[in-house]
Nanobody, 125 residues
Framework: QVQLVESGGGLVQAGGSLTLSCAASGRTFSRYAMGWFRQAPGKEREFVAAISWSGGSTDYADSVKGRFTISRDNAKNTVYLQMNSLKPEDTAVYYC??????????????????WGQGTQVTVSS
């Protein structure tokens, strides 16, 4: 069992930056691929970024590629999402998620087994 708690959301002006953190409980955190997803009002939840258990592989949605960076610190049981050059369309609730051990990084939300409660990111124009 893994419990995930996101933090770091807030209100920022367009062009600004935020770093989200996702703290995980459990001794097996380092075995899980991790993902970030987001859901804007009235829209479906969408993939943002994912990172392999070792941190050696990453994947990004086209909409955030070059602006967002996912990373992890297995010693701290934490995954991060550095968000730069934020746009109003990045406004959403951001969720981190953990996949079962053994899977490569994936993009479908239904493939992830554990979810945090979400943190709100609002980008003003």
């Amino acid at each position: 069992q893994v419990q995930l708690v996101e933090s770091g959301g807030g209100l920022v002006q367009a062009g600004g930056s935020l770093t989200l953190s996702c703290a995980a409980s459990g001794r097996t955190f380092s075995r899980y691929a991790m993902g970030w997803f987001r859901q804007a009002p009235g829209k479906e939840r969408e993939f943002v970024a994912a990172i392999s258990w070792s941190g050696g592989s990453t994947d990004y949605a086209d909409s955030v590629k070059g602006r967002f960076t996912i990373s992890r610190d297995n010693a701290k049981n934490t995954v991060y999402l550095q968000m730069n050059s934020l746009k109003p369309e990045d406004t959403a609730v951001y969720y981190c998620a953990a996949d079962l051990p053994g899977w490569p990084i994936r993009r479908k939300d239904y493939e992830y087994d554990y979810w945090g409660q979400g943190t709100q990111v609002t980008v003003s124009s």
